[in-house]
């Protein structure tokens, strides 16, 4: 079944960074853009990143620009997050997700992971 | 960016009643290839979210036919025909019509 894993979350110290994966299984990797989306705790979601199939086309919030970068390894099946400058706002519960296209040709973003936790504090 | 608005913030349900939650958007999310690019997620506790509904009221793999989904331009609806113990958590809309998306604050559900 479609899986997707996160890891590489942890304590950080502001001005930190660190390196978020997801590994993906059951569905061709490739075929698929993937995102990155995060939760502080107790709040709401907030959309960081946007990578295409072939990693050529890339967005991120304007909260991140500059400081976090998507990737992806397609022979991996992997997305990755590095993120440099970490502030105390960039604590959460960050998940990757994928975006297909329904029956409709509607894109979607289903199904998410399971979430890894980044705190960042001294 | 496009502002989502969530009302109510929270709603408290006796099962098998309807619930009705509203998401307003400060522009309209029908883009040019005639689809209009707003979502509904659940995220149950201790979950991560999961989708319900695309492009205003298309119902996503598995989801029962209790929920659905209304409305047009900047004015959505997420309707529960009957609440059972299961649906309760936090629901958002979405929208992906342009960078960034965007959630509204999230409506949580719970059951009396």
């Known amino acids: 079944q479609v899986q997707l894993v996160e890891s590489g979350g942890g304590l950080v110290k502001p001005g930190g960074s660190l390196r978020l994966s997801c590994a993906a299984s059951?569905?061709?990797?490739?075929?698929?853009?993937m995102s990155w989306i995060r939760q502080a705790p107790g709040k709401g979601l907030e959309w960081i990143s946007y990578i295409s199939s072939s990693g050529s086309d890339r967005y991120y919030a304007d909260s991140v620009k500059g400081r976090f970068t998507i990737s992806r390894d397609n022979a991996k099946n992997s997305l990755y997050l590095q993120m440099n400058s970490l502030r105390a706002e960039d604590t959460a519960v960050y998940y990757c997700?994928?975006?297909?296209?329904?029956?409709?040709?509607?894109?979607?973003?289903?199904?998410w992971g399971q979430g890894t936790l980044v705190t960042v504090s001294s | 960016d496009i502002v989502m608005t969530q009302t109510p913030l929270s709603l408290s349900v006796t099962p098998g009643q309807p619930a009705a939650i509203s998401c307003k958007t400060s522009q309209s999310l029908l883009h040019g290839d005639g689809k209009t690019y707003l979502y509904w997620y659940l995220q149950k506790p201790g979950q991560s979210p999961h989708l319900l509904i695309y492009?205003?009221?298309r119902r996503f793999s598995g989801v029962p036919d209790r929920f659905s989904g209304s409305g047009s331009g900047t004015d959505f609806t997420l309707k529960i025909s009957r609440v059972e113990a299961e649906d309760v958590g936090v629901y958002y809309c979405?929208?992906?019509?342009?960078?960034?998306?965007?959630f509204g604050q999230g409506t949580k559900v719970e059951i009396k």
């Open positions: 059951g569905f061709t990797f490739s075929d698929h853009y």
């Open positions: 492009e205003i009221s």
């Open positions: 979405m929208q992906a019509i342009q960078f960034p998306w965007t």
């Open positions: 997700a994928r975006r297909s296209v329904a029956a409709s040709g509607t894109p979607v973003v289903d199904p």
